[in-house]
């Protein structure tokens, strides 16, 4: 593992740059478009959203583009880690010219990049799952492609492996059922529970069957069984602090013939408890990438909502743990590409989403507040992504996102990953009544 020094190239980092308030902060109030059929989101609060920082991940010279599928903190820092990724040399002119980029993603911390390299004798790498274990040390899932990812390769494999200081260490190809294919776009994170990792994903098996297999990760050992069957487009599991597994699964409904979709929540220990329905999409509407953020006694399970028309939605029930009760669902936000958990809190969950903002009509990025008083957009900001981002909540408080900055120079365009770092700051919270959702 190699150590680059950025110097001045990451000061951004170190020091609050630029603030753009009169581009990149918008305070959000006044009433939303009327409601659909559908509701819309609840209430709204005076907040602002400031940009205190705004940086290129650099390396040297070179300029670097990581995939974010995997974005967590890192000590005083954050890892980035994905497939594809590059590396430029800008011209100083607008345009660049391409670097060797053979890595797996980037630590960035105080001022200084370490990339982290690709894990030896594996090919080429599709869709990437990690978390951090602790001591500087990750574990990570990634899918194997029989060519590269930026020529839409198939996967042919999976893998379990550890990264640390010393750099990769176990690599172990992941067992599944014969005849069949790993989901991993569809899979849940990598979530650390007690000594162990749980990780649920759909498979793919002979006559398009989908079920959902649980990996559990241990010292030296894996096992994997079947948790959820027949019609999972997504899956998600939390661990709870009552040390609980959560799984929430959307797709076509048994229950329903297989007609109609549902998002559905049950406890891992007690699978003869029949899973809550959180909501039963209307003909045609389907749903995917659903998300657990436990807070208190209660769990915020988000969704994105598929119409037949082709729009998605953000949508999200607080579902009780201790009592089958759950509140109708509340919609988030229209328009929402991106769905990201930025922080889960003893009273409220906040959220990020990214997609046409209801008021300017521009791609904007959207923060929402949820607590057992309802939903509130607190703010929103133009996005400067040409793609997906993703968001986390610092230690500090403030809320870091990386995702695609494109430059569209005519001879040589090129994208980078660009970093924000953003303070939230509210001057009242307005109560929101839950509106049922279908």
């Not at 940086?55 to 995939?67: F, H, I, P, T």
């Not at 037949?308 to 743990?321: E, F, I, K, Q, Y």
């Amino acid at each position: 593992m190699v150590d680059h020094r950025l110097g001045r190239a990451l000061a951004p980092f170190r020091h609050a740059l630029l603030l753009l308030a009169s581009t990149l902060w918008a305070s959000c109030s006044g009433p939303l478009p009327p409601a659909d059929e559908r509701g819309v989101p609840n209430a709204t609060s005076q907040c602002v959203v400031r940009v205190l920082e705004r940086a290129v991940v650099r390396d040297g010279e070179a300029e670097l583009y990581v995939e974010p599928s995997v974005f967590r903190p890192a000590g005083d820092g954050f890892l980035v880690a994905g497939q594809p990724v590059y590396a430029w040399r800008p011209d100083g002119v607008g345009g660049a010219s391409p670097l060797p980029a053979d890595f797996f993603g980037v630590l960035v911390a105080e001022g200084s990049v370490t990339r982290i390299p690709r894990p030896p004798g594996i090919g080429p790498i599709g869709r990437v799952r990690g978390v951090p274990t602790g001591s500087g040390a990750w574990a990570f899932v990634f899918e194997g492609l029989d060519r590269p990812s930026a020529t839409r390769g198939e996967p042919v494999a999976a893998y379990f492996a550890e990264y640390g200081p010393a750099g990769w260490g176990r690599i172990t190809p992941l067992p599944s059922p014969p005849d069949g294919r790993l989901e991993i776009s569809a899979s849940s994170p990598l979530v650390v529970s007690g000594d162990t990792l749980q990780w649920a994903v759909p498979f793919t098996g002979q006559g398009g069957a989908v079920d959902v297999l649980r990996y559990q990760f241990g010292a030296g050992a894996s096992r994997v069984d079947t948790v959820a069957s027949r019609w999972a487009d997504g899956v998600t599991l939390a661990w709870t602090e009552d040390r609980r597994t959560w799984l929430a699964v959307v797709g076509l409904d048994p229950e329903h013939g297989a007609q109609l979709a549902s998002v559905r929540l049950r406890p891992d220990d007690d699978r003869l408890l029949p899973a809550r329905r959180l909501t039963v999409g209307a003909p045609g509407v389907r749903f995917r990438r659903p998300t657990i953020a436990e807070v208190g006694g209660d769990l915020h399970v988000a969704w994105q909502r598929l119409d037949p028309n082709g729009r998605v939605d953000a949508w999200l029930s607080v579902a009780r743990t201790a009592a089958s009760e759950q509140t109708p669902p509340v919609l988030l936000a229209h328009s929402a590409a991106r769905l990201e958990l930025l922080r889960a809190a003893p009273t409220e969950s906040v959220w990020a989403t990214m997609g046409v903002d209801p008021i300017t009509s521009t791609q904007s990025i959207g923060i929402h507040r949820v607590s057992r008083a309802g939903a509130v957009r607190s703010a929103s900001m133009p996005s400067p992504y040409s793609g997906p981002f993703s968001a986390l909540a610092s230690p500090s408080g403030d809320i870091l996102v990386v995702g695609p900055e494109a430059l569209f120079d005519p001879v040589a365009p090129f994208v980078r990953s660009l970093v924000l770092r953003l303070n939230l700051s509210c001057n009242q919270t307005a109560a929101a009544n839950h509106r049922p959702g279908r």
